[in-house]
């Protein structure tokens, strides 16, 4: 799996939290990745959640450090990329203001 955008990554978490060393393995698991569906991801990532937003899209939500963070993203099974579209706390994904920006 290819993932895009890593670079937003790099940059969502300060370097020294968990949830930049949580990110730095979830990248190195994507990248090895073969996933075909909803499934395979949650052999992975069992809490990985598909979610449909306000433009009819579903995107698959990871819970990042537990709770403290979700991680959206777009995975294009078929082309093997999955494109990294937001970090956000807890709180800030709790708002749902998220659904109508994708």
């Given amino acids: 799996m290819r993932v895009i955008k890593e670079q937003f990554l790099r940059e969502a978490a300060s370097p020294k939290s968990k949830a930049a060393k949580w990110l730095e393995v979830w990248r190195t698991v994507v990248r090895s990745a073969d996933w075909g569906n909803i499934e395979d991801v949650r052999k992975t990532y069992p809490s990985a959640d598909p979610v449909k937003v306000e433009s009819g899209r ?33 709180a800030e994904y709790d708002k749902n203001k998220w659904k109508k920006d994708l």
Avoid: M, P, S
């Fill in 58 to 90: 579903t995107v698959t939500i990871f819970n990042v450090c537990g709770n403290d963070y979700r991680l959206i993203t777009a995975i294009h099974y078929d082309k093997q990329r999955l494109y990294t579209l937001r970090f956000l706390t807890h």
